[in-house]
Every structure is written in C-alpha cells, then in structure tokens.
C-alpha cells in the first residue's frame, strides 16, 4: 500500500452499510482522478462552435461582387491605357478603352447595387467620406472614376454617331472636357482596380486577411491583364503597342505577387487557395496567364494570336478574382483556418517572451 503526504488533508472516509459489511464499492474514477496526480481541466480544444456556426462570420456577399472584383480591375485598368492612347495619338485605342472602362464600370455598378439589395443603399454610402473605411472610399473612387468615364466615352459615341446626338451647344462643352475627363478617369483607375483587394483584407476572414500585403499587388497585376487583354481583341496590332507591352508587365507581376503571397501567408490559411475549386480556378489562371504572356510575346503583332492571347489573359483575370473570393468564403466557413493560424501566432510570441500583453499569458 502506498500513502501520499496529501493523505491527511483528505477527508474521513464515510460511515455508512457498505462500510459496515466491508463491502464498499469503489467508484470509478476517469484516468488521473485518484487524487495521485494532476488531471487536466481543460479538454483539448477541437475544431468546432457553438451550433456548429463558423467562428467569424463570413462575409454576406453574392457572386455579384465576384464579378464587380473582375469588372472592376477591367475598367480600372482600360482607363490607364486610355491615358497612354492620349499622350501617343493613338486614336482607336483611345476609343475602344474608353468606352471598355464606360461598359466595364456600369456593369460592375449594376453588379454592385444588386448586391446590395435596392440602388439607395448605395447612394447613402455618399452621404460621409470616411477616410478609414475601404468601403466608403470605394464609393467615392466608383462614382468620380465613373464620371469622367462617362464624359470620354460620350465624346467618342458622338463620334461614332457622326455627331448625330442632339448635344446642341454642349457638344463643344463636350469636346473640351473629353481630353481632361479622361485622364481623370486614368488617375483614378488603379484605385479603383486595388481598392476591392484593401477591402477583402480588412475583413476578419482568414485568407484574405492572412493576404493583406499582397493582396493589392495581386489584384492590380490581374487588373492589367483583363484591360491589355480585352484592348489587344478591339484594336488593331498597329494601335495596340502598349496594351502588348501592359500585358507581359501584368503577367509578371501577376505570376510573382501570386508566388509571393502564397508563400509568404500562413500555410493552413493558404490552403484554400490551393484546394477544391477555389485551387482548380487559381491553377487554370496561372496557366492562362503563361499561355496568354507567351503568345503576346511570340506572336502579338499577328491579329489571331493577339486577340487569343487577349482572351487568355482576360479568363486568367477573372478566374483570379473569382478563385480568391471562393478561397475568402471557404476559409471563413471552417473554423480550422481561424484557429490554427491564432494558435501558431500565440505560440510565437510567447517563444519571442511576449508574455505580459492582453493576447498571451504568462506561464
């Protein structure tokens, strides 16, 4: 028989029938709960949540804004190529990205309004420009980057039209601030084009989150592919220089912020974006991307193949867009991809020594 120095605090043994006949049954006690050693308290956390809902609420978004994400960056990145037609003369250029940037944007407008349910809630969106907020910003890039759209592209559809429009005095109106308009359309792009991806990373959701850095370069790299892309299909190889030349700078910069993200985010919140069909849609993007880089490269000054590498780069855009909005929704779904990642944080900090703070605790 063993005695332990605690055997004193314990209290005496009860009295009673099974004491008297000595027949006392033993009750059962789970491993450790013999009072010899120490039991834990606190289960091994598992995986899960109350009512089996997700840890962080995911975001209430359709596949609209997937698609105002691709729309987006389209016209964003048609207004910049707008801007270098200008300076150079290139007349159809200028034209066909004008009214690409015109087109692109109202749609991803209309995109954007049926998610939100009724068109006024976009509109109390202007009532306050609050300079911490992604989407109040936005609001206000959309609306002004719209405008001066607008204001290019009606030129150019009075054009087209052979001044037929009933513009009256106002097309002289017009034909000064087309120039103006327009370029003030291209200093707006590439916010419009990132700011989606400033967005998705202030949001508690995991991958996007774990993505806040490279994010946005991914984003505007993806956004010069869809706008070179979709300017190489309309405009003739002669005009098309620049769109060529935005293009293989698009996919570099779309291949290298890409490997750069994945490799530098958290691995377990990386996994959406390389599994199921949020990894399908990445992989093909890469791919499209390559095949669309190398035909603009070989063979970009010969109609066919300029306008099917065109397409290739606009599919590789949209299915970069769409792939990292399923990633974003897959990962706030499964409370693994919260928790791991906070776990392997703390437990860094507390090999640091930062044990003193509100998120670690000593010992």
């Given at each position: 028989m063993?005695?332990?120095?605690?055997?004193?605090?314990?209290?005496?043994?009860?009295?009673?029938?099974?004491?008297?006949?000595?027949?006392?049954?033993?009750?059962?006690?789970p491993?450790?709960?013999?009072?010899?050693?120490?039991?834990?308290?606190?289960p091994?956390?598992?995986?899960?949540?109350?009512?089996?809902?997700?840890?962080?609420?995911?975001?209430?978004?359709?596949?609209?804004?997937?698609?105002?994400?691709?729309?987006?960056?389209?016209?964003?990145?048609?207004?910049?190529?707008?801007?270098?037609?200008?300076?150079?003369?290139?007349?159809?250029l200028?034209?066909?990205?004008?009214?690409?940037?015109?087109?692109?944007?109202?749609?991803?407008?209309?995109?954007?309004?049926?998610?939100?349910?009724?068109?006024?809630?976009?509109?109390?969106?202007?009532?306050?420009?609050?300079?911490?907020?992604?989407?109040?910003?936005?609001?206000?890039?959309?609306?002004?980057?719209?405008?001066?759209?607008?204001?290019?592209?009606?030129?150019?559809?009075?054009?087209?039209?052979?001044?037929?429009?009933?513009?009256?005095?106002?097309?002289?109106?017009?034909?000064?601030?087309?120039?103006?308009?327009?370029?003030?359309?291209?200093?707006?792009?590439?916010e419009?084009?990132?700011?989606?991806?400033?967005?998705?990373?202030?949001?508690?959701?995991?991958?996007?989150?774990?993505?806040?850095?490279?994010?946005?370069?991914?984003f505007v790299?993806?956004?010069?592919?869809?706008?070179?892309?979709?300017?190489?299909i309309?405009?003739?190889v002669?005009?098309?220089?620049?769109?060529?030349?935005?293009?293989?700078?698009?996919?570099?910069?779309?291949?290298?912020?890409?490997?750069?993200?994945?490799?530098?985010?958290?691995?377990?919140?990386a996994?959406?974006?390389?599994?199921?069909?949020?990894?399908?849609?990445?992989?093909?993007?890469?791919?499209?991307?390559?095949?669309?880089?190398?035909?603009?490269?070989?063979?970009?000054?010969?109609?066919?193949?300029?306008?099917?590498?065109?397409?290739?780069?606009?599919?590789?855009?949209?299915?970069?867009?769409f792939?990292?909005?399923?990633?974003?929704?897959?990962?706030?779904?499964?409370?693994?991809?919260?928790?791991?990642?906070?776990?392997?944080?703390?437990?860094?900090?507390?090999?640091?020594?930062?044990?003193?703070?509100?998120?670690?605790?000593?010992?």
């Amino acid at each position: 028989m063993t005695t332990s120095e605690y055997d004193s605090l314990r209290p005496p043994e009860p009295t009673g029938r099974a004491k008297r006949t000595g027949k006392r049954r033993r009750r059962a006690h789970p491993p450790g709960g013999d009072g010899a050693r120490e039991m834990p308290v606190v289960p091994e956390a598992g995986f899960t949540s109350y009512y089996d809902r997700p840890v962080v609420k995911p975001a209430p978004w359709g596949w609209d804004v997937a698609a105002y994400l691709f729309l987006g960056g389209l016209a964003g990145g048609s207004a910049v190529l707008v801007a270098g037609a200008q300076l150079t003369g290139r007349a159809t250029l200028c034209r066909n990205c004008r009214l690409a940037a015109l087109a692109s944007v109202s749609l991803g407008a209309v995109a954007l309004v049926r998610d939100l349910g009724r068109p006024e809630r976009f509109v109390n969106m202007l009532r306050v420009i609050k300079l911490t907020s992604p989407m109040s910003l936005g609001s206000w890039i959309l609306s002004a980057f719209s405008a001066g759209a607008a204001v290019a592209a009606a030129a150019e559809v009075d054009r087209i039209t052979g001044e037929r429009l009933p513009l009256g005095l106002l097309r002289r109106v017009l034909r000064v601030a087309e120039g103006p308009a327009g370029l003030e359309a291209a200093a707006l792009g590439p916010e419009l084009a990132v700011y989606t991806a400033v967005l998705l990373a202030d949001t508690s959701t995991p991958t996007w989150n774990h993505a806040h850095d490279e994010l946005p370069f991914v984003f505007v790299s993806s956004a010069s592919l869809a706008s070179a892309g979709l300017a190489m299909i309309t405009t003739p190889v002669a005009e098309a220089a620049p769109a060529r030349k935005l293009a293989v700078l698009g996919v570099i910069g779309d291949l290298a912020a890409t490997r750069v993200m994945h490799r530098r985010m958290d691995p377990v919140a990386a996994e959406p974006l390389h599994e199921g069909r949020p990894g399908t849609l990445l992989t093909w993007s890469e791919g499209l991307a390559v095949a669309g880089g190398i035909g603009v490269l070989l063979g970009g000054r010969r109609r066919p193949v300029a306008a099917t590498a065109g397409l290739a780069l606009m599919a590789a855009s949209a299915l970069t867009r769409f792939g990292i909005y399923e990633a974003g929704m897959r990962s706030a779904n499964d409370p693994r991809y919260t928790i791991e990642p906070q776990r392997r944080r703390l437990a860094a900090r507390r090999a640091a020594g930062v044990t003193g703070d509100s998120i670690t605790t000593a010992g």
